[in-house]
């Protein structure tokens, strides 16, 4: 079993930056990869950013590319997400998300992922 933990959300207004924070435990992660989604209010959920957690490839939507970063420490147990130049329409909450490494990236982008954290908002401000 894994457990997942976001932190970092909250308020901020457009223009600036935010540091999602998600800190994993229960298992080792070698054999996933860990993922970022977002909700919004009224939309589906959308995939914002994956992270292999041992070859660190990643892949972002295009939404977010050039704006957002996904990175992980190891050594924590940790994935960040780094959101700069945030939107209105950045507004959601943000879930971190671990898929098993074997699966594609269209399906992890699907969500199809097997371990899921509480979540944490984001608002940004216009």
């Known amino acids: 079993q894994v457990q997942l933990v976001e932190s970092g959300g909250g308020l901020v207004q457009a223009g600036g930056s935010l540091r999602l924070s998600c800190a994993a435990s229960g298992r080792p992660l070698n054999n996933y990869v860990m993922a970022w989604f977002r909700q919004a209010p009224g939309k589906e959920r959308e995939f914002v950013a994956g992270i292999t957690w041992s070859g660190g490839n990643t892949l972002s939507s295009d939404s977010v590319k050039g704006r957002f970063a996904i990175s992980r420490d190891n050594a924590k147990n940790t994935v960040y997400l780094q959101m700069n130049s945030l939107k209105p329409e950045d507004t959601a909450v943000y879930y971190c998300?671990?898929?098993?490494?074997?699966?594609?990236?269209?399906?992890?982008?699907?969500?199809?992922?097997?371990?899921w954290g509480q979540g944490t908002q984001v608002t940004v401000s216009s």
């Open positions: 998300a671990a898929a098993m490494s074997r699966l594609s990236w269209v399906r992890i982008r699907s969500g199809e992922c097997d371990y």
